[in-house]
C-alpha cells in the first residue's frame, strides 16, 4: 500500500534526493567506495560542500555578508550557541511554542532575556501580534512556524535589534527576504534533509562582540573559518541536503514551492472548515502552511481512536498530533504532493460520511 508521510520531523524527502543518497551509499561519486565511508576531507566531499552551500545561498538570496554552516546539535544546540555568541545584556524572544519556550530557557543562562510577548496563555493558538519590540535589545528572537502549534509568522516583526529565527520547520517553504534578519537556523530534518544536519545562516558583522570565552565548537567563527569542518560533519546528510535543493531548483525555487505549499494548505483547511466533524487548533490568519493542526469537535472527541486507526488503514502516517496539544497534525513540506494531501482529505470525507 502507498505510505502518505505525515511525519513532523524526520520527515518527508523528495523521491529523488532519496534515490540518489542510496545510490550514493552504494558508489559515491564514481569513486568505489561509500558515501558512509568517504573523508569528508575529501575532494569529492568539498565538492559537496561547496555546492550545497551555494545552492542554498542562491536558493534564498542571501546577500554578502552572511556565512552559511552546515552543522551538527539539531536546532536545540542553536538554543544556546546564538545567546553565547550574541548575547552581550539583553535579549528579545517571542513565545510562541514550546520550542521558543526552550529558546528562551537556555538563553536566561547566559544574560537577561525580554518575553516582548506571548499566546502560552491561549495555548499558543494565535501569533501575538500588538506589541512593540523594545529598543536596547541584543537581537530579537522568532519561531517562525510552530511545529507543535501550528502557527506561522507570515510578516517580520519591526525590530531596530538584529532579526533572529528558528525556521526548522518553514526554511525553503517560501520567499524570505534574508536581509531582514541577523541570523537564521533550524534542524533540517523537516523541509531538507535526514536528521543530523543543521543550518545556520549568519550576518557576520554581527560577531566577535561578546565578552565571554566561547567553547572552539559553539563560536561560529571557529566554524566560518573551517567552512563548517571544524570537526567531522553530517557527511551523509548533507549529501542528501544538496540533492533535495537540486530538487528544489529543478521544480522552479521557492516561489514555486510557495505556491504549492497554499495550495495544499488551503485543501486541507478548506476540508476542515466545511467539515460537521472536524475543526481547526489555531487563528485562521495564523494557520501554518506547514503544519496542519485540526482536532474532532467536542461531541465527537471520542473518535479520536476510531479516525487515527481509519487513516492509518488507508496508509497515512504520523498523522496523530504532539502529545502536548492532542488531535491530529498534518505536516506537509515542500516535499509532500498535493496528491498525498488529496488522499488525507478523502479519507477525512469518508470518516465523516460513515459518521
Ligand atoms: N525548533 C523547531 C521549530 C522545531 O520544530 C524543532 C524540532 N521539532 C526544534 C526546534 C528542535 O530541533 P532539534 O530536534 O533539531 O534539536
Redesign the pocket.
Known amino acids: 500500500m502507498k505510505k502518505h508521510v505525515f511525519n ?2 524526520p520527515a518527508i524527502l523528495p523521491e529523488v534526493a532519496k534515490e540518489k543518497t542510496i545510490d550514493a551509499i552504494r558508489d559515491f561519486a564514481g569513486t568505489g567506495i561509500s558515501l558512509l565511508e568517504v573523508s569528508h576531507r575529501s575532494k569529492d566531499f568539498q565538492a559537496v560542500m561547496d555546492e550545497s552551500t551555494a545552492l542554498f545561498k542562491e536558493l534564498l538570496g542571501v546577500p554578502e555578508g552572511y556565512a552559511i554552516l552546515w552543522l551538527g ?7 544556546f550557541s546564538v545567546p553565547y555568541n550574541l548575547l552581550r545584556t539583553k535579549a528579545g524572544y517571542l513565545d510562541t ?4 519556550a ?2 528562551i530557557k537556555e538563553a536566561k543562562l547566559f544574560g537577561e532575556v525580554v518575553v516582548v510577548a506571548s499566546s502560552k496563555e491561549g495555548g499558543y493558538k494565535f501569533i501575538p501580534k500588538d506589541y512593540v519590540v523594545p529598543e536596547g535589545l541584543d537581537y530579537f528572537h522568532i ?6 502549534a501550528g502557527t506561522e509568522i507570515f510578516a517580520e516583526p519591526k525590530t531596530s535589534a538584529p532579526l533572529i529565527a ?4 518553514n526554511i525553503l517553504s517560501r520567499p524570505i527576504d534574508v536581509s531582514k534578519y541577523g541570523l537564521i537556523y ?5 523541509n531538507l534533509a535526514p ?1 543530523g544536519v ?1 543550518f545556520v545562516i549568519v550576518r557576520e558583522d554581527l560577531l566577535g562582540k561578546v565578552e565571554r570565552a566561547i567553547p572552539s565548537m559553539v563560536d561560529y567563527r571557529t566554524h566560518i573559518a573551517k567552512g563548517s569542518l571544524f570537526n567531522t560533519p553530517p557527511v551523509m546528510c548533507i549529501f542528501s541536503a544538496l540533492q533535495a535543493l537540486k530538487w528544489l531548483k529543478e521544480m522552479g525555487g521557492v516561489k514555486e514551492m510557495e505556491k504549492r505549499n497554499i495550495a495544499k494548505a488551503n485543501l486541507i483547511y478548506n476540508t476542515i472548515d466545511n467539515s460537521r466533524l472536524f475543526m481547526g487548533n489555531v487563528a485562521k490568519e495564523d494557520r501554518s502552511r506547514m ?1 496542519a493542526t485540526f482536532s474532532l469537535k467536542k461531541e465527537d472527541k471520542d473518535l479520536e481512536k476510531e479516525f487515527l486507526d481509519f487513516a492509518a488503514a488507508k496508509g497515512m502516517v504520523g498523522v496523530k498530533g504532539h502529545r502536548s496539544v492532542g488531535g491530529f497534525r498534518a505536516s506537509i513540506y515542500n516535499a509532500m504532493p498535493i496528491e498525498s494531501v488529496q488522499a488525507l482529505v478523502d479519507c477525512m470525507k469518508e470518516f465523516e460520511a460513515a459518521h
Open positions: 513532523a520531523g546539535g539539531g536546532a536545540s544546540t542553536q538554543f511554542d514550546t520550542w521558543s526552550q529558546a519561531t517562525s512556524n510552530n511545529t507543535i528558528d525556521m526548522s520547520s533550524g534542524g533540517a530534518q523537516k536528521a543543521t503544519n
